[in-house]
């Protein structure tokens, strides 16, 4: 049960878009289609943005899009906006009820 | 309105005992798993486990089994995480939340900050 990878840090302008990676294995990630996003701010609890790889909840702008091929998952933010700036985890179903989260990415509006 | 609140900051010594706890409200809360989840300073969130209230069934991620227990009174809506020997290392934020789909969580509690120092 070791942790997602995904890439520490990533960076763009506003109005771009950020894919951020989130690779697993074939116990995790690649057996299930139960991927989630969340979002954190700094002294916040997580907030889930995406959830079954590509499905949001309501509330959450369409900007925010997900998906998977084999073993890893992508998170995407479109238009990216100043408030986007935030802590991004991704979380895969690994089997009696439990997960596992990634290690996380730091997304900076330059 | 969904609510999970939590109970307030811990601060304890090494080896000794604490339970935290996490009430629900705004659900119909025997029907939903509520887990727990370590988030330790600067690093990601960890599956600590996850319990049933309506049966108290509860399973565990296998780097938690054995070092802590989680328990729920549903008279009270309220799930509890507890410890009987804490160690430094289990100094970390922990949230409660409730459990939507697989291993995705909908509502989250306010975090639980635990300090274990001498």
């Known amino acids: 049960q070791s942790a997602l990878t995904q890439p520490r840090s990533v960076s763009e302008s506003p109005g771009q878009s950020v894919t951020i990676s989130c690779t697993g294995t074939s116990s995790d990630v690649g057996h299930y289609n139960y991927v989630s996003w969340y979002q954190q701010l700094p002294g916040e609890a997580p907030k889930l943005i995406i959830y079954?790889?590509?499905k949001r909840p309501s509330g959450v702008p369409d900007r925010f899009s997900g998906s998977k091929s084999g073993n890893t998952a992508s998170l995407t933010i479109s238009g990216l906006q100043a408030d986007d700036e935030a802590d991004y985890y991704c979380c895969s179903y690994e089997g009696n009820y439990i997960g596992v989260f990634g290690t996380g990415t730091k997304v900076t509006v330059l | 309105e969904v609510q999970l609140v939590q109970s307030g900051a811990e601060v304890r010594k090494p080896g000794e005992s604490l339970k935290i706890s996490c009430k629900g409200s705004g659900y119909s809360f025997t029907t939903y798993w509520i887990g727990w989840v370590r988030q330790m300073p600067g690093k990601g969130p960890e599956w600590m486990g996850i319990i049933y209230p309506g049966d108290s069934d509860t399973r565990y991620s296998p780097s938690f089994q054995g070092q802590v227990t989680i328990s729920a009174d549903k008279s009270i809506s309220t799930v509890f995480l507890q410890w009987s020997s804490l160690k430094a290392s289990d100094t970390a934020m922990y949230y409660c939340a409730r459990r939507f789909t697989a291993a995705t969580v909908d509502s989250w509690g306010q975090g639980t900050l635990v300090t274990v120092s001498s």
């Open positions: 079954d790889v590509s």
